[in-house]
């Protein structure tokens, strides 16, 4: 369905109400299409642990030594840098 500017804005609530239904409906300025109203569809969220078993993680990531790497960077100490 096709509509002008100022029928949009008079109709809004039918025009709403026939996108509930499924149907398009293009807003036209001056016969020229310049927008369409669709039907809203939430995103779809993945359930709590989707990833879990799919992604490998290092075996040392929990090690002293990576632990006091992340420590040095956090405190600004070592970081390759020079003020």
């Not at 609530?13 to 239904?21: D, F, P």
């Not at 995103?43 to 990531?61: E, F, L, M, Q, R």
């Amino acid at each position: 369905m096709q509509v002008n500017m100022l029928e949009a804005k008079n109709r809004l609530s039918n025009l709403i109400v026939a996108v509930e239904r499924n149907e398009e409906v293009i807003i036209a300025r001056n016969g020229i299409p310049v927008a369409k109203i669709i039907k809203y569809t939430a995103p779809k969220i993945a359930a709590p642990g989707s990833w879990k078993g799919k992604v490998p993680y290092s075996t040392d990531w929990n090690s002293v030594e990576i632990n006091s790497e992340i420590a040095q960077l956090f405190n600004g100490e070592n970081n390759g840098f020079t003020a």
